[in-house]
């Protein structure tokens, strides 16, 4: 069942980790902003002072939860996920406990339609996140394919505290180097002293930070359901409808609970 290899694993903060896993049958095809479950089994340790889970699981039961892969579908090493260790979880109490050379479940069939397949080249992308919703906007804007015909790309990052800003290095030197990005990181409960934005990431649009425009402009919204729901409702009063396979529209939307 364990049937990928742990190549990779950068630990945030203590509740944020980057791994880097490669399957024994190769890196699957997918599309940017794509998901995938990993799984671990039920018998692997918790880290020390993981909080109770709600129910212990079999020791040979597969735990598995979907992960957005943030690689681009032109690295072909590994996939990269973004991973917050929830204290209580099942799955991530045990994910924490993984070393570079450790084996895990990553299932081989790719799934998802948070992607910009819906989104016309020339349209600009908002792409808002929050925590480890940032995971699928890193795939996209590592991709070649996200760039072309002039489009502009926002990406806004919401944590808690500055120092859950991963990938900020890497997001600045692509803003840099890549004419049309734009980066807008943002912390919540940052310290007084703190020079970045502080707030959540819907200040970003009251104050007029980001500015949009529904005949040019694409929204992504993925993290946390609270931050969806309550930019869901701001956002359909400027003219912005939720995208389906069956009624395409401009607001693209991916709940990780
Ligand atoms: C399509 C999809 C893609 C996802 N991609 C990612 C990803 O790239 N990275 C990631 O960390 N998670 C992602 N998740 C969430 C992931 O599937 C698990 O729910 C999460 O890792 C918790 O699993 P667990 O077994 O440890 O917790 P469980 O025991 O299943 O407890 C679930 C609870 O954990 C909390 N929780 C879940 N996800 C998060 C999170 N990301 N940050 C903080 N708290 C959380 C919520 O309170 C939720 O009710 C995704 C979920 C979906 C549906």
Redesign the pocket.
């Known amino acids: 069942m364990l049937n990928s290899t742990v190549v990779g694993r950068i630990d945030v903060t203590p509740e944020l980790m980057i791994l880097r896993v490669r399957p024994d049958d190769g890196v699957p095809n997918f599309i940017p902003g794509q998901?995938v479950a990993l799984g671990m089994l039920g018998g692997t340790p918790r880290y020390p002072g993981a909080a109770p889970?709600?129910e212990a699981p079999g020791p040979e039961k597969l735990?598995k939860?979907?992960?957005?892969i943030?690689s681009s579908p032109e690295q072909r090493d590994y996939l990269e996920?973004?991973?917050?260790?929830?204290p209580?979880?099942?799955?991530?109490?045990r994910?924490a406990t993984v070393k570079e050379g450790g084996r895990v479940f990553c299932q081989p069939k790719v799934t998802?339609t948070?992607t910009l397949d819906g989104v016309p080249p020339g349209k600009n992308l908002v792409l808002v996140s929050t925590?480890?919703?940032l995971?699928?906007f890193m795939s996209m804007v590592r991709t070649s394919s996200t760039w072309g015909s002039n489009r502009r790309v926002t990406v806004i990052h919401g944590v808690r505290y500055p120092e859950d800003f991963a990938y900020s290095y890497e997001l600045r030197t692509l803003e840099t180097s890549t004419q049309g990005l734009e980066y807008l990181p943002i912390a919540s409960r940052a310290a007084e002293t703190w020079s970045g934005r502080k707030g959540r990431v819907q200040r970003l649009f009251d104050d007029g930070t980001v500015k949009l425009n529904p005949e040019m402009d694409h929204v992504f919204l993925c993290?946390?359901p609270a931050m969806i729901e309550e930019l869901e409702v701001s956002l359909a009063t400027q003219g912005f409808q939720v995208h389906s396979k069956k009624s395409p529209g401009n607001l693209h939307v991916?709940?990780?609970?």
């Open positions: 998901y889970e709600p735990i939860r979907a992960y957005s943030g996920f973004y991973i917050a260790v929830v209580t979880g099942v799955l991530t109490s994910l998802g948070f925590g480890t919703g995971a699928p993290g946390n991916e709940k990780y609970w």
